[in-house]
């Protein structure tokens, strides 16, 4: 079974620039999330998708961030325009979640690394 | 005071050790528990979950204590190999997974 797939994998982008981050969830994977993951910090959830709507985007800085999975199946995540305190690797992750309320075991991307300078 | 706080370590423990560590969160009004495994530079991978009456696999066991709020990892006889960061992840009612800090491990040869 494949896995999350995210691209790209690196990225060093200079401050007040954009970049786009692409996840492909598990097949069949209903919830889709993004996490935000400091250097010697645990993952922060962004946002939480299920299906195509979301779920969860209490913690995403909106007037930067914006995400969106049109289809219910991949999704991408957008900075616009960055600063250097978004320097982290971003993690998108993938659960079966049937929307019943249990909460199922995320799967994890290999993550994209952003450096902004 | 942070939802979910854990000891940053490291822990250094030679080969055959048995380490021990604490996770405790905020909220009582917490629904499920989980340990997850993250190596260097890699994404985290669930470990296991973590069940009311406690549970085990293989070398690790997993406890938690509702009344005092805090999870505990337990591992025996440690490898090389579980050299990583242990992160401890809550889920409250109504809410997403809270991810702590995470404890890093260095088990020594």
């Known amino acids: 079974e494949a896995g999350v797939a995210q691209s790209p994998r690196y990225k060093i982008i200079e401050k007040r620039q954009s970049v786009a981050f692409w996840c492909n969830p598990i097949?069949?994977?209903?919830?889709l999330y993004w996490y935000q993951q400091i250097l010697g910090q645990g993952p922060k959830l962004l946002i939480q998708?299920?299906?195509?709507?979301?779920?969860?985007d209490s913690q995403l800085p909106k007037d930067r961030f914006s995400a969106e999975r049109l289809k219910g199946v991949d999704s991408t995540l957008k900075i616009q325009p960055a600063k250097l305190e978004d320097s982290a690797v971003y993690l998108c992750?993938?659960?079966?979640?049937?929307?019943?309320?249990?909460?199922?075991?995320?799967?994890f991307g290999p993550g994209t690394r952003l450096t902004v300078t | 005071r942070k939802e979910v706080e854990q000891d940053p370590g490291p822990f250094n423990v030679p080969e055959g050790a048995t380490v021990a560590f604490n996770c405790t969160y905020s909220?009582?009004?917490?629904?499920?528990f989980f340990w997850y495994r993250q190596d260097c530079r890699k994404e985290p991978k669930l470990l296991m979950s973590?069940?009311?009456s406690g549970n085990e696999d293989g070398r690790f066991t997993a406890q938690l204590n509702r009344a005092s709020q805090y999870i505990s990892l337990l591992i025996r006889d440690s490898k090389l190999s579980d050299s990583a960061t242990y992160l401890c992840?809550?889920?409250?009612?109504?809410?997403?997974?809270?991810f702590g800090p995470g404890t890093r491990l260095s088990v020594l040869p």
């Open positions: 992750a993938s659960s079966l979640d049937p929307g019943t309320g249990v909460q199922y075991e995320q799967y």
């Open positions: 097949s069949g994977h209903a919830t």
């Open positions: 998708f299920q299906n195509n709507g979301v779920v969860d």
């Open positions: 909220n009582s009004a917490s629904q499920s």
């Open positions: 973590v069940y009311s």
């Open positions: 992840v809550v889920k409250w009612w109504g809410q997403n997974f809270v």
